[in-house]
């Protein structure tokens, strides 16, 4: 017969739960931490199952993964929080893992290299079995599986799961150049983010091919490290101001893209009627803009949830290592892009 039940205060011991059924807390364990193999019957398993939940009793983490060496644990390092690329990408991660029984943690670097180094490692020292990063740059091979979101850069044991950014360009430029759009303006990403270099040289090769003529005074250089609209206002503001004849530009994100619509507008111009603009990577603000963003959409959260499910593969053996994994663009035409006007904008 079962004994009286130990206090409800969630300090239930193994050994409490055992002595409180009448079981071994071999037994116990075997059950609640679903140790295969085992000849329970299963309305013992349902006993034991059922006063563990009475009396709060949960199984200790740490001791399983000791046990088992696993600790069902991922590490994700992310430039930032907050901002809808990082967070579409983060959540389909998290969505996949959280299906797959896994936990994560979460560590945001601002780009800093120092902080990219030493958070890595504090993520494995804390029991993470892989790392997945996001729009990280990584310098050196790591001991356990890592997948990189936006990558960029080839590292020995790193699968990249990146855009086609060439095929992006095409899109970008293509669409411009139907409209009779020629005078293109351009911002270009800032120098610590993974993809701004791949994405300028693709446009640079895609203009070259369709016959779009890039010129140097029409482009600006991003700097900023944030991840709102204000990235791309005074970029925008300091084009217009600059007597630059264009119809169109080319935000490097989103986010830029949202700023300089913005910036247009605060210099009494319209868009689309006076000045296209077409952004990059269709976050969820987009859609809701106002006009409502034309954008390359990149798949954010399936991207995360590819990379989130090829770390496992890994870790689990069933796929063999994968330098890269290429996703394809779409281009979205909303409201932000029209037919170029006959005479350009020429402040």
């Known amino acids: 017969m079962a004994k009286k039940g130990p206090a409800r205060d969630g300090t239930t011991s193994l050994k409490k739960l055992a002595d409180y059924l009448g079981l071994n807390p071999a037994t116990v364990s075997v059950v609640l931490n679903e140790v295969p193999g085992r000849s329970i019957p299963q309305t013992t398993r349902d006993r034991i199952k059922a006063a563990a939940k009475e009396l709060n009793y949960h199984p200790s983490l740490l001791a399983r993964s000791l046990r088992n060496r696993r600790t069902q644990a991922i590490g994700i390092l992310v430039p930032q929080l907050g901002d809808g690329y990082h967070t579409q990408v983060l959540g389909g991660i998290g969505d996949h893992l959280m299906e797959a029984g896994y936990f994560y943690f979460t560590a945001h670097h601002r780009h800093r290299?120092?902080?990219?180094?030493?958070?890595?490692?504090?993520?494995?020292?804390?029991?993470?079995?892989?790392?997945?990063?996001?729009?990280?740059?990584?310098?050196?091979?790591?001991p356990v599986p890592v997948v990189a979101v936006a990558g960029n850069h080839a590292v020995p044991g790193v699968t990249n799961v990146v855009l086609d950014h060439r095929f992006a360009a095409e899109l970008v430029l293509t669409h411009l150049h139907s409209l009779g759009h020629r005078r293109i303006a351009f911002m270009r990403g800032q120098p610590f983010s993974s993809d701004s270099d791949e994405r300028w040289r693709c446009l640079v090769l895609a203009a070259r091919q369709i016959g779009i003529a890039i010129r140097p005074e029409l482009i600006v250089q991003l700097d900023r490290d944030i991840s709102s609209p204000e990235l791309g206002y005074p970029a925008m503001q300091?084009?217009?101001?600059g007597a630059k004849s264009f119809t169109a530009v080319v935000a490097f994100n989103d986010m830029s893209a949202i700023g300089a619509i913005r910036a247009l507008q605060d210099f009494g111009l319209n868009v689309p009627h006076d000045i296209s603009v077409i952004g990059f990577d269709d976050i969820n603000a987009a859609e809701f803009n106002n006009p409502r963003l034309t954008t390359i959409r990149q798949p954010l959260s399936n991207m995360g949830r590819i990379a989130a499910q090829c770390v496992l593969n890994r870790l689990h053996g069933s796929e063999r290592y994968r330098k890269q994994?290429?996703?394809?663009?779409?281009?979205?035409?909303?409201?932000?892009?029209?037919?170029?006007?006959s005479k350009s904008l020429n402040k």
Request: aromatic share 4%.
């Open 113 to 142: 290299e120092n902080l990219i180094e030493e958070y890595s490692r504090m993520l494995l020292g804390r029991g993470a079995e892989a790392l997945i990063t996001i729009d990280t740059r990584l310098e050196h091979p790591f």
């Open 238 to 241: 300091q084009l217009v101001s």
């Open 325 to 341: 994994i290429v996703v394809e663009p779409e281009l979205i035409v909303r409201e932000s892009t029209q037919k170029a006007k």
